[in-house]
């Protein structure tokens, strides 16, 4: 069955310090990849997406992620993390298919000490 | 930049009443989806519709459940009997033609069953 697992529940990391979320996703075919943002009380934004090419994509406020094949993953990482960027994060897979549906990881707490 | 809309952003209603949840897409999208956060849970899909049917759902939407596009912008998620466990946030996204684009959420809506 497709699944993405996420293996942090919660991070805690120092204003400033470099960050990196893991993702891991299991099924067979290469898959489009997604990484979106929920502040609280607040919908889901999208940081940045893989579909094909260059496997390192840059996206908003300063985050990138890199899709590694051979590991099935597609980790987040900031170089420097900034108090606003406390929040859940969620990695997402779409299979493919005219309207297929995106599947969710339980997500990552972001907290960020001062 | 365009965005997808949901309204109302909290719906409180009693157990065994009907309740629908309302959602304007980005106007040039063709897919439609609605998923739903149940509290401190992962996002999980309900259904999405493409060229006025559904195209696919998931177990949890069950016969309870109902889409609708009545009009050339709103998308609609109907749950004809409400109970406990259909609290949650909900949320609608809207996709464009081209497979390789993202879904975009809106900020959901939370239902609140008493």
């Known amino acids: 069955a497709q699944s993405v697992t996420q293996p942090d529940i919660h991070i805690t990391v120092s204003e400033g310090a470099s960050l990196e979320l893991r993702c891991n996703y299991s099924?067979?075919?290469?898959?489009?990849l997604f990484w979106y943002v929920q502040s609280p009380g607040q919908g889901l934004q999208l940081l940045l997406k893989?579909?094909?090419?260059?496997?390192l994509v840059q996206g908003i406020k300063g985050f990138e992620a890199e899709f590694k094949r051979s590991q099935s993953s597609f980790n987040l990482r900031k170089p420097s993390v900034h108090w606003s960027d406390a929040a859940e994060y969620f990695c997402a897979v779409f299979w493919g298919g005219t309207a297929s549906k995106l599947t969710f990881g339980t997500g990552t707490r972001l907290q960020v000490t001062l | 930049e365009p965005e997808v809309t949901q309204t109302p952003s909290h719906q409180v209603t009693q157990m065994g009443q009907e309740v629908i949840l309302r959602c304007v897409p980005i106007?040039?999208?063709?897919?439609f989806y609605w998923y739903r956060q149940i509290l401190g849970q992962k996002v999980e899909f309900l259904v999405s519709f493409y060229n006025n049917e559904i195209s696919e759902k998931s177990e949890i939407f069950d016969d309870q459940f109902s889409v609708e596009r009545p009009d050339g912008s709103n998308f609609t998620l109907k749950i004809r009997s409400t109970k406990l466990e259909d609290s949650a946030m909900y949320f609608c996204?809207?996709?464009?033609?081209?497979?390789?684009?993202?879904?975009?959420f809106g900020d959901g809506t939370r239902l609140s069953i008493l």
């Open positions: 099924y067979g075919a290469t898959p489009y």
């Open positions: 106007s040039n999208h063709l897919y």
């Open positions: 893989y579909f094909s090419g260059d496997t």
């Open positions: 996204a809207s996709r464009a033609a081209d497979s390789n684009q993202p879904q975009h």
